[in-house]
């Protein structure tokens, strides 16, 4: 599995944009406070988070004095095949999209990541 691009809105420090990645090689680098560890834990709530979770470690996540809840978009290469993945927690919806069709079980989400 290879990241693409990050899509990151209200989370933590981070800007609201798109972030592309080289699929071959990426390094981050940056000042201290920069971003770099927000810019890892975004990737990994958008590959593991539950948007559907009650959980207030997500809402930790929020930019401060923020209430509106954060949103992950992964752009994925898996398999050779490129899809989406959305973690909307706003909404409470979890999705991956794969040729222009949605999968939103969390089941099945996981299985097809696998």
């Not at 899509?7 to 990645?21: A, I």
């Not at 975004?42 to 930019?63: E, F, H, N, P």
Request: hydrophobic share 35%; proline share 3%; glycine share 4%.
């Amino acid at each position: 599995m290879k990241v693409l691009s990050l899509t990151t809105r209200n989370f933590k420090n981070l800007p609201d944009q798109e972030w592309c990645f080289d699929p071959n090689f990426q390094v981050v680098a940056g000042l201290n406070e920069a971003g770099k560890s927000s810019l890892l834990e975004a990737i990994l709530v958008g590959l593991y988070g539950d948007a559907t979770s009650k959980d207030q470690r997500y809402a930790r996540l929020r930019r401060w004095n923020s209430t509106e809840q954060i949103s992950i978009n992964l752009k994925l290469l898996v398999k050779d095949d490129e899809c989406t993945l959305e973690r909307d927690f706003e909404s409470g919806k979890n999705r991956l999209l794969h040729d222009n069709k949605p999968i939103q079980a969390k089941d099945k989400i996981r299985a097809w990541l696998a």
